[in-house]
């Protein structure tokens, strides 16, 4: 089983950019799907993007569509959120996950720590 260690959160102003990397631990990271998910305080856990273990599909909720990018590099256990032209409402603490590819938590068996995301207006 991975394990999994997120970072590149932080404070950052309206529009702007942020990449949060997710280090995987283990030799099966190329056989897990891999998603985003985040929690804002008082709200439910809620899916932000997945990608396939291959790489070769993408998935992303209606609210960050065109605006972040998941990607993954294999040789290196590590997938990525690419987060451009940054809202508030994307103020959240962003957790990475291993597991079935899908929107729902329950399909991600290992998650990592969190890190936070604040954006300011």
């Known amino acids: 089983q991975v394990q999994l260690v997120e970072s590149g959160g932080g404070l950052v102003q309206a529009e702007a950019s942020l990449r949060l990397s997710c280090a995987a631990s283990g030799r099966t990271f190329s056989t897990y799907d891999m998603g985003w998910f985040r929690q804002a305080p008082g709200k439910d856990r809620e899916f932000v993007a997945a990608i396939t273990s291959s790489g070769g599909n993408t998935y992303y909720a209606d609210s960050v569509r065109g605006r972040f990018t998941i990607s993954r590099d294999n040789a290196k256990n590590t997938v990525y959120l690419q987060m451009n032209s940054l809202k508030p409402e994307d103020t959240a603490i962003y957790y990475c996950?291993?597991?079935?590819?899908?929107?729902?938590?329950?399909?991600?068996?290992?998650w990592g720590q969190g890190t936070q995301v604040t954006v300011s207006s």
């Open positions: 996950a291993a597991g079935s590819i899908g929107v729902r938590p329950k399909n991600y068996d290992v």
